[in-house]
């Protein structure tokens, strides 16, 4: 019980420290599929122990579905990488009704409550390439 509220606890300063906002500045271009684009904040990369820390951004040529509720053209999201183990885990995410974070902010998703979930990050993948940018 004292190492889950710790883990919470620890997971709350991490999330306090990095800006989970349309209002980063610094979008790096990482890298595209299907005519969509990816990009990751520099300033937002952080070493957490064995992971880091890392806000993304995605501009999406068509629009995406979100639970069946919310068309949205971007998004950002936090996500942890375990480089070595070469894994990711979704944090934190926001979607917005047009490109570059414009418009409504629509949804705002945080994945503490249910659980942080580590999945293998596929080659060749949007994640490969966003892993191997924020993992240097």
Not at 41 to 52: A, F, L, T
Not at 101 to 111: A, E, T
Request: proline content about 2%.
């Amino acid at each position: 019980m004292l190492y889950k509220a710790l883990t919470k606890s620890a997971l709350v300063l991490i999330l306090t420290s990095v800006p989970l906002s349309a209002h980063a500045t610094n979008w790096v271009y990482v890298t595209s599929a299907d005519k969509d684009n990816y990009f990751v904040d520099r300033d937002s990369i952080k070493q957490n122990g064995k992971y880091v820390n890392a806000l993304t951004r995605a501009d999406y040529a068509k629009p995406k579905d979100l639970l069946k509720r919310f068309m949205y053209k971007s998004d950002t999201q936090f996500h942890r990488y375990d480089c070595a183990a070469n894994t990711s885990a979704l944090i934190v995410l926001k979607v917005y009704e047009d490109v570059h974070l414009k418009g409504k902010l629509l949804g705002d998703i945080d994945f503490t409550a249910s659980g942080i979930v580590d999945s293998k990050i596929m080659p060749n993948s949007v994640a490969e390439g966003v892993k191997l940018f924020v993992c240097k």
